[in-house]
Structures are given as structure tokens and as C-alpha cells.
């Protein structure tokens, strides 16, 4: 009997959008497929635009809550990421702007709690990587919110300067202009710290 | 291409966004510029510092509590609040097409007024006949007014009714 070809869509994973319609018929499991797909890079952008990780916390939780409570008026022609870190977003800047906080990055604050790799690094260089973790963090904490705000978003989110600009309300030239500026700064901080040859 | 043209393009050319024209131009302008080609050199490396970065998870609560969340939600929910736009329109629609119809059923009618054509004789008779005027004197307006009045007319009947009565009066008759 010859061998039966696996079925191509047998080793293709389902889209965000797959999955989310599936959750809203009722699979569960499918929306914890999502939420492990993207909790890293959520995440990643809230403690970095919160730059405090009980607020990044509770900003990740209750962004997805808005997923679940406003499951009924997701369209698929969204897309998924971009549905998602508009809430997160818009939550994000909505919570600082409450607490008139925008940058309070806590460049000594053990609690940042950020997974090393399981490897191991020699002393020195967990002593590097720190001094550049720390770096990296002092220079988005030191850069102009809004510029943070397109930074994070292009990073974290993958979604297009187009599709931020939409996300943000900005023109897509001031998006473009704010990334600059923030690859500028964020370059000078670590030509700064001599952490680039 | 400029150095802040340049600037820009290399921005979009970090995450791929530039079209092939405008990378080929950039190229072009880095080969010239050694500024430029210093600025895309050092932008590139801090982004590979940046992603070097640890990734930060969330808290195992936090995970239980989304994931929580999302079992706790009604099965259907989904289909109700996909079907909720639709019953509000139809709702709507339902609520305009009521207030429209209560509205003709008892919006007040205004009586239809008849206009009559009358000529000016007969309106001036009819404007003048009293009761007191001299019996022959309204003859002859009668006379007059019924020139002017269409035989076999509504106008016509009545002025040969009051005509019959005026008769009527002469000879003593009070049948009217």
C-alpha cells in the first residue's frame, strides 16, 4: 500500500483568526492556543511602555478581558495583532495618562524579573548583559513617550507603520519621523555607554 | 536621495516597509555618504542589542486568570453578540415603522373645503337679499343674479327656489 502523503493542512497551524472563531463557538482551548502565541510580545510592550510590572500586569489581564467581553465585534479583515495591541494600547496610554506617568523605568529594580536563558551565562557576561539590559531600559525610559509608543508597537506588535499609524490617530509621515527619532535616541544612548563598536 | 530622505528610508528599510526603488536609492546614497552610512551601521546594531533583550512573561496569576476569563464566558455568547447589531437595526425599524403608523391613524384631519364658484351677481345677491329688502327689487335681482347662473346648476336651483318663496310670500303662502 503506498504511503498516504500527509495532508498539507495537517502541518499547517491555525491563524489568529482560526482560532479566535473557534473560541467564539465555544472552544476554549483555542483561545489559550492565542494567548501563549502572544502573551510573550504583549507583555514585552506593557512593561515596557508601563515600565513597572505589577501595572504591566494588570494592564496584560485586562487587555485580554476586552478580548473575551468584546469577542462579538472582532471583523477578521482587523487582524488579530493589531485588534489586540490596539486595546492593549489604548489601555496603556489611557492608565499613565491617569496617573500622569510616562516614563518610570526602575533601572535597579530587581523585580523586573526578566528570564535568563536557561543556559546560564558566565559572571562577566550576566554582568554585561545587565549593564546593557540596564541601558536599554534607561534609554527607552529617557526617550519621549511618544516616540516609546512607535517604538514598542513596531517591535513588539509586527504590525506595519501604516497600521500604527491608524492605531495612534497619527499621520503615517509622523509615525515614520517618531521611529526615527527613536532609533536616534536609542542609538545615542548606547554609543554613549560605548555598548556599540 | 538627501540624508533625511535617507534617514527615512532606512527606517523602513529596518522592517522591510521600503519599496525596491527606494532601497536601491539608499544603497546608493550609504555607498556616498559615509555619515549616513554610519548612522544605518550604528541603528542597525542597537536594534540587534535591543532584541537581544530577555523576553518578560507575565505571571503564572495573571496567565490563570485570563485563561479563567475565557472558560467563564457563556458558549453562545459570541452568536448573540454577533446577532446583537442585527436586532437592534430590525429593532429600529420596527420602532420607526410604529410611530410612523400611530402617527397616520391619528394625525387630525382638516375638513375639505368645497369652494363654489358663484358668479358676481348671485354673490352680490346673496349678499345683499334681506328679508327687508322690496319684494319686487329682489325679483329683479333674482332675474339678474340668474343670468349669470348655469341652468340646471346647484346655484341655479336656488335661486329659482327663492324665487318660488319670494311668489310665495306675495301670495300670503308661508311654506318655507
Given at each position: 500500500?503506498?504511503?498516504?502523503?500527509?495532508?498539507?493542512?495537517?502541518?499547517?497551524?491555525?491563524?489568529?483568526?482560526?482560532?479566535?472563531?473557534?473560541?467564539?463557538?465555544?472552544?476554549?482551548?483555542?483561545?489559550?492556543?492565542?494567548?501563549?502565541?502572544?502573551?510573550?510580545?504583549?507583555?514585552?510592550?506593557?512593561?515596557?511602555?508601563?515600565?513597572?510590572?505589577?501595572?504591566?500586569?494588570?494592564?496584560?489581564?485586562?487587555?485580554?478581558?476586552?478580548?473575551?467581553?468584546?469577542?462579538?465585534?472582532?471583523?477578521?479583515?482587523?487582524?488579530?495583532?493589531?485588534?489586540?495591541?490596539?486595546?492593549?494600547?489604548?489601555?496603556?496610554?489611557?492608565?499613565?495618562?491617569?496617573?500622569?506617568?510616562?516614563?518610570?523605568?526602575?533601572?535597579?529594580?530587581?523585580?523586573?524579573?526578566?528570564?535568563?536563558?536557561?543556559?546560564?551565562?558566565?559572571?562577566?557576561?550576566?554582568?554585561?548583559?545587565?549593564?546593557t539590559?540596564?541601558r536599554i531600559?534607561?534609554a527607552?525610559?529617557?526617550?519621549?513617550?511618544?516616540?516609546?509608543?512607535?517604538f514598542?508597537?513596531?517591535e513588539?506588535?509586527?504590525?506595519?507603520?501604516?497600521?500604527?499609524?491608524?492605531?495612534?490617530?497619527?499621520?503615517?509621515?509622523?509615525?515614520?519621523?517618531?521611529?526615527?527619532?527613536a532609533l536616534k535616541h536609542l542609538r545615542k544612548e548606547l554609543e554613549a555607554d560605548?555598548m556599540m563598536? | 536621495?538627501?540624508?533625511?530622505?535617507?534617514?527615512?528610508?532606512?527606517?523602513?528599510?529596518l522592517?522591510?516597509?521600503?519599496?525596491?526603488?527606494?532601497?536601491?536609492?539608499?544603497?546608493?546614497?550609504?555607498?556616498?555618504?559615509?555619515?549616513?552610512?554610519?548612522v544605518a551601521e550604528a541603528t542597525r546594531a542597537a536594534l540587534v542589542e535591543f532584541r537581544r533583550?530577555?523576553?518578560?512573561?507575565?505571571?503564572?496569576?495573571?496567565?490563570?486568570?485570563?485563561?479563567?476569563?475565557?472558560?467563564?464566558?457563556?458558549?453562545?455568547?459570541?452568536?448573540?453578540?454577533?446577532?446583537?447589531?442585527?436586532?437592534?437595526?430590525?429593532?429600529?425599524?420596527?420602532?420607526?415603522?410604529?410611530?410612523?403608523?400611530?402617527?397616520?391613524?391619528?394625525?387630525?384631519?382638516?375638513?375639505?373645503?368645497?369652494?363654489?364658484?358663484?358668479?358676481?351677481?348671485?354673490?352680490?345677491?346673496?349678499?345683499?337679499?334681506?328679508?327687508?329688502?322690496?319684494?319686487?327689487?329682489?325679483?329683479?335681482?333674482?332675474?339678474?343674479?340668474?343670468?349669470?347662473?348655469?341652468?340646471?346648476?346647484?346655484?341655479?336651483?336656488?335661486?329659482?327656489?327663492?324665487?318660488?318663496?319670494?311668489?310665495?310670500?306675495?301670495?300670503?303662502?308661508?311654506?318655507?
Open positions: 500500500m503506498p504511503d498516504q502523503p500527509l495532508s498539507p493542512a495537517s502541518n499547517v497551524e491555525p491563524t489568529d483568526d482560526a482560532l479566535f472563531e473557534q473560541y467564539r463557538n465555544g472552544d476554549a482551548a483555542a483561545f489559550e492556543t492565542l494567548l501563549a502565541r502572544h502573551q510573550s510580545a504583549l507583555f514585552g510592550f506593557l512593561i515596557r511602555m508601563a515600565g513597572d510590572r505589577a501595572l504591566a500586569e494588570d494592564l496584560f489581564q485586562e487587555t485580554w478581558l476586552r478580548v473575551v467581553r468584546e469577542a462579538g465585534r472582532y471583523r477578521a479583515e482587523q487582524k488579530f495583532s493589531r485588534w489586540l495591541f490596539t486595546i492593549a494600547n489604548r489601555l496603556a496610554i489611557d492608565e499613565l495618562r491617569r496617573r500622569k506617568r510616562w516614563r518610570t523605568v526602575s533601572v535597579d529594580d530587581e523585580d523586573t524579573a526578566l528570564e535568563l536563558p536557561a543556559n546560564g551565562p558566565s559572571a562577566a557576561d550576566e554582568t554585561e548583559r545587565r549593564q539590559l540596564g531600559e534607561e527607552l525610559a529617557t526617550m519621549q513617550p511618544s516616540l516609546r509608543q512607535v514598542l508597537l513596531r513588539h506588535s509586527g504590525v506595519s507603520f501604516k497600521e500604527i499609524a491608524a492605531m495612534t490617530g497619527a499621520p503615517l509621515g509622523t509615525v515614520l519621523w517618531r521611529m526615527s527619532a560605548g563598536e | 536621495m538627501n540624508c533625511e530622505q535617507a534617514n527615512e528610508t532606512l527606517t523602513l528599510d522592517y522591510g516597509e521600503a519599496g525596491e526603488a527606494d532601497v536601491a536609492a539608499l544603497k546608493a546614497h550609504l555607498a556616498g555618504c559615509p555619515a549616513c552610512r554610519r533583550q530577555p523576553s518578560s512573561q507575565p505571571s503564572r496569576d495573571t496567565i490563570e486568570a485570563v485563561i479563567e476569563a475565557a472558560h467563564r464566558r457563556p458558549i453562545f455568547a459570541g452568536f448573540f453578540a454577533q446577532l446583537r447589531p442585527v436586532l437592534w437595526q430590525a429593532a429600529t425599524v420596527m420602532a420607526v415603522a410604529l410611530i410612523v403608523s400611530v402617527a397616520i391613524r391619528f394625525w387630525p384631519q382638516t375638513p375639505v373645503q368645497h369652494t363654489t364658484r358663484v358668479s358676481p351677481a348671485a354673490a352680490q345677491l346673496a349678499a345683499e337679499t334681506s328679508w327687508d329688502d322690496d319684494s319686487a327689487a329682489l325679483a329683479d335681482r333674482i332675474q339678474l343674479a340668474r343670468a349669470d347662473v348655469t341652468i340646471g346648476s346647484s346655484l341655479d336651483n336656488r335661486i329659482t327656489g327663492l324665487r318660488d318663496a319670494l311668489s310665495d310670500l306675495r301670495a300670503g303662502s308661508t311654506s318655507f
